[in-house]
């Protein structure tokens, strides 16, 4: 016997006049506003990349290192210090970006839920949130690409390839978030998986003082692509589209299964039936 | 008086006895109803209805399953077994406030008005106004005080002007002042044909309510409030 017939389905009559309020700006303007204001994640912005940045520069000196770039097999020659800030720009994206989209997701999921109950559109919804998430995601990777400027210059060409590193591990990285941001019961819970996933991914990508430097694990974790892309440009002049793409795979699968949970954690209870006339 | 019917607290015709165009006699119709959390049962075959203009309050001890109930019948929470009927449209009101403290009390009323497709925000400016907090429609909710937070809640489930309204606890937190205009309000809706549940601990206001529901063990209980004619609740 199925649970219940009807719920609260917003249902009137046939003919409604237009609705003042379209669903899907609605949805896009206060998410992108839920976002905004977040000031954990714009004090993060502002103190910890550049700290983050001062700070890695400071305790790495410049000695070479040997990076491998799996595509071709090469290994490139790299200045350590060069290298640990891209490490250090990726990481404090992979915090900053992972933290904001968590506590954003968590903390409206009951005002979600109770939004699509009251008739907003599933699809709607979702697609407002991960396009509002999408946005915040690569301002923060413009943003945390243009303080990399005060500390090393790159070059255009190796400086575009670190932005576009960024923006895909931010999005990366924001994705992991939402899936977090509907999963997890506990903020705690939540932070301790971001902070731990993005120091153990990004910093083993970096083969400075690492075990397992150049090793074939490093391509299970999230942030390879980006590295391999941001490096090969950097240093090796070369743009490996396919690792960029492998980024965005992993953004795809964590927005894909996050959107599932939200999609089952946000439905209505029961299978509504009108049954007036 | 107190009568010790277990089962159905409306005997009245099901919503499906309705004629085409004319008002249906019942608008909320629960039958059956049982829920389990673990080995604990809470609900235990319950029956409600609520037909237009009718107020009814679910009454019951702390845990007794009110909310639990409520939570069924506005389709948040799926039942283990029973059948919820409802002609028309539904508002529910939880009794946490369910908010966003980020977007001001304004911001809410124009992602309700998107939500339920509102062709304005006529209703809301009345229910501001008539609640007593129109200054705050510019703060923030997470600024805003208990009391406040729960005359948006309220309004958030009154926007649509939906058919039968189930409300939890929905006067908690207000002060003296707009307690006496929640009724009102009541009053109002109910003399539109409006179908209203409430759940409850004050009790002593019990003649406010067409049919008092006991929830005890749980099965509901009806108990005809004093100075009622005990035919007036169904």
């Known amino acids: 016997m199925p649970p219940a017939d009807l719920a609260g389905a917003p249902a009137g009559p046939a003919a409604r006049p237009a609705p003042a309020f379209a669903q899907f700006p609605t949805a896009w303007r206060f998410a992108l506003r839920n976002q905004a204001r977040n000031r954990l994640a714009g004090l993060l912005l502002a103190v910890f990349v550049p700290a983050w940045y001062l700070l890695l520069a400071a305790i790495t000196g410049h000695q070479p290192l040997s990076f491998r770039l799996f595509a071709t097999g090469q290994y490139l020659a790299v200045d350590s210090r060069h290298l640990t800030l891209i490490s250090a720009g990726l990481n404090a994206l992979t915090l900053i970006t992972g933290f904001a989209v968590f506590a954003a997701i968590r903390r409206t999921l009951a005002f979600d839920r109770r939004l699509v109950f009251a008739g907003y559109r599933h699809a709607t919804l979702i697609a407002a949130k991960t396009a509002a998430t999408a946005v915040v995601a690569t301002a923060v990777a413009g943003y945390t690409a243009a303080v990399l400027l005060a500390f090393w210059r790159p070059g255009a060409a190796g400086w575009l390839a670190i932005l576009a590193a960024f923006a895909v591990i931010a999005l990366t990285y924001g994705a992991l978030g939402l899936l977090l941001g509907v999963l997890v019961k506990g903020d705690l819970e939540g932070f301790f998986l971001i902070i731990m996933g993005s120091l153990i991914d990004t910093f083993l990508q970096n083969p400075l003082g690492n075990p397992i430097a150049n090793k074939p694990v490093l391509q299970w974790f999230p942030s390879f692509g980006p590295m391999q892309f941001a490096v090969g440009g950097a240093f090796g002049h070369t743009a490996l589209w396919g690792h960029l793409a492998l980024g965005l795979a992993w953004t795809a699968a964590f927005t894909v299964t996050g959107l599932a949970v939200f999609q089952v954690k946000t439905r209505n209870r029961t299978h509504p039936v009108r049954i007036t006339p | ?234």
């Open chain 2, 1 to 234: 008086m107190t009568t010790n019917v277990p089962g159905r607290v409306s005997d009245a015709g099901t919503a499906a006895d309705g004629q085409p165009g004319a008002q249906p006699e019942v608008l909320l119709d629960a039958r059956e109803i049982c829920k389990s959390y673990g080995r604990h049962q809470v609900l235990r075959g319950v029956d409600l209805a609520a037909g237009p203009g009718q107020l009814v309050a679910v009454v019951g001890e702390n845990g007794a399953g009110k909310s639990t109930l409520l939570k069924i019948l506005a389709g948040t929470l799926a039942a283990d077994e029973g059948t919820v009927r409802l002609a028309g449209t539904l508002g529910y009101c939880p009794q946490d406030p369910v908010l966003n403290d980020n977007l001001t009390v304004d911001q809410h009323f124009r992602y309700f008005a998107a939500a339920y497709r509102l062709a304005s925000l006529r209703r809301a400016d009345e229910l501001a106004g008539l609640l007593g907090y129109a200054r705050h429609r510019r703060e923030p909710a997470g600024a805003l005080s208990g009391g406040t937070r729960q005359k948006l809640n309220l309004t958030l489930a009154l926007l649509h002007d939906p058919d039968v309204l189930l409300l939890d606890e929905p006067y908690q937190g207000l002060d003296w002042e707009t307690y006496l205009r929640f009724w009102d309000l009541v009053a109002d809706l109910r003399a539109r044909g409006k179908a209203i549940v409430i759940i409850t601990h004050l009790v002593f206001e019990q003649d406010r309510f067409d049919l008092l529901a006991d929830l005890s063990g749980g099965r509901l209980t009806r108990r005809v409030p004093p100075g009622k004619d005990s035919h007036a609740a169904r």
